[in-house]
């Protein structure tokens, strides 16, 4: 046997491993108790019963409110280069000048209603999904929704973000607002809310609903059906089924699906995007909605509705991947299976 004291290196780096697997084998203990104790609160949730959309409805909040939250300096940059494409030259240019100008505080103008808005609408899709899902899985049948499950993915997730996006658009006019004015509109949510109410009524915090479900809904129905079939693709390629693997590698492959997913909801997204950060930000008063649409194309091009694209492609990969992980953690927190990867159902596989 070696003498481990000859090599100090060797022994540290192995001291150092033995204690990293303690204090991961503690995580893991730790979690899984705390897993059991919030089961054994909550009771057994029933597959596709009211607790089960509700567990699923405060898992989308939570992935959705703090993770929009958290790349807000991205999104504002984005989003005023998108008004004004050369207000600055990228975004490191873009933070500097606004630290400078505002302080560290200023790059998250327009945190607390991409907070509470996207918590919001969060918590409505990926609730209403997951009933959708069910929903038309029923009316199709077994055998029918298997084979048509990319169908049953658009179609749940199309009916999921028209009900999120309603109460998701107050909050994303103040959000863009305060993002695309210089100084900002508003010093916060409230204060954004009624400033507009008292301006134009609460028509305008809906003035820029039609172009948000333009953006929107095609976004969420690639965002879900594509993570639904990448992850059913990743779980083929390893082989096994689903169980087979660890809650942690269950976890990682939701963000690697959600991650790829992502950049595929960016790309269809885009232009909608660039049109609602336009229309709330320099949408004139009594102007209509096509007229206003059509005002902004002639003005910024074809050109002009991918601007921002790539960093857009970051940020929502990122957020996508993070939402999913975070999603499906919960669920598997609470004892129910994670999204995606399922097997078929027996009257499919005859």
Request: charged residues 15%; proline residues 6%.
């Given at each position: 046997m070696a003498r481990t004291e000859?090599?100090?290196?060797?022994?540290?780096?192995?001291d150092a491993k033995q204690k990293t697997a303690q204090l991961?084998?503690?995580?893991?203990?730790?979690y899984t108790k705390l897993s059991q104790e919030a089961q054994a609160k909550t009771g057994k949730i029933e597959l596709y019963s009211?607790?089960?959309?509700?567990?699923?409805?405060?898992?989308?909040?939570?992935?959705?409110?703090?993770?929009?939250?958290?790349?807000?300096?991205?999104?504002?940059?984005?989003?005023?280069?998108?008004?004004?494409?050369?207000?600055?030259?990228g975004n490191l240019q873009g933070w500097r000048t606004i630290i400078a100008?505002?302080?560290?505080?200023?790059?998250?103008?327009?945190?607390?209603?991409?907070?509470?808005?996207?918590?919001?609408?969060?918590?409505?899709?990926?609730?209403?999904y997951e009933y959708f899902k069910k929903f038309y899985s029923d009316l199709a049948g077994p055998e029918a929704a298997y084979k048509n499950k990319?169908?049953?993915?658009?179609a749940g997730s199309a009916s999921a973000e028209f009900i999120a996006d309603i109460g998701?658009?107050?909050?994303?006019?103040?959000?863009?607002?305060?993002?695309?004015?210089?100084?900002?509109?508003?010093?916060?949510?409230?204060?954004?809310?009624?400033k507009i109410v008292k301006a134009e009524g609460v028509a305008g915090l809906y003035k820029g609903l039609y172009p948000l479900w333009a953006r929107q809904i095609p976004y969420t129905m690639m965002k879900f059906a594509s993570f639904e079939t990448i992850v059913e693709m990743i779980y083929a390629r390893l082989g096994g089924q689903k169980s087979d693997y660890t809650k942690g590698q269950q976890t990682g492959i939701a963000f690697t699906g959600?991650?790829?997913?992502?950049?595929?909801?960016?790309?269809?997204?885009?232009?909608?995007?660039?049109m609602v950060s336009k229309l709330n930000a320099t949408r004139k008063p009594g102007e209509g909605g096509g007229a206003a649409i059509s005002r902004i194309y002639k003005d910024i091009g074809f050109g002009g509705l991918w601007n921002g694209l790539p960093v857009r492609i970051v940020m929502i990969g990122t957020l996508t991947g993070l939402q999913w992980m975070?999603?499906?953690?919960?669920?598997?927190?609470?004892?129910?299976?994670?999204?995606?990867?399922?097997?078929?159902?027996?009257?499919?596989?005859?």
């Open positions: 000859l090599y100090p290196s060797w022994s540290v780096a192995e991961s084998d503690a995580a893991v203990a730790e009211g607790k089960y959309y509700a567990t699923c409805t405060f898992g989308g909040l939570m992935a959705c409110g703090l993770t929009h939250w958290a790349v807000t300096p991205l999104d504002l940059v984005k989003c005023r280069r998108q008004v004004d494409s050369k207000l600055y030259s100008s505002d302080g560290f505080r200023g790059i998250y103008t327009g945190g607390s209603p991409t907070f509470f808005g996207y918590s919001v609408q969060g918590a409505a899709k990926y609730g209403f990319t169908a049953i993915y658009l998701l658009c107050p909050l994303e006019a103040v959000k863009v607002r305060m993002q695309t004015t210089l100084p900002p509109f508003a010093t916060g949510t409230l204060d954004g809310i009624n959600g991650y790829l997913a992502g950049i595929l909801c960016a790309i269809v997204s885009h232009p909608a995007d660039v975070i999603y499906d953690s919960f669920k598997i927190f609470m004892g129910l299976p994670s999204t995606g990867g399922a097997a078929p159902p027996a009257e499919a596989k005859a």
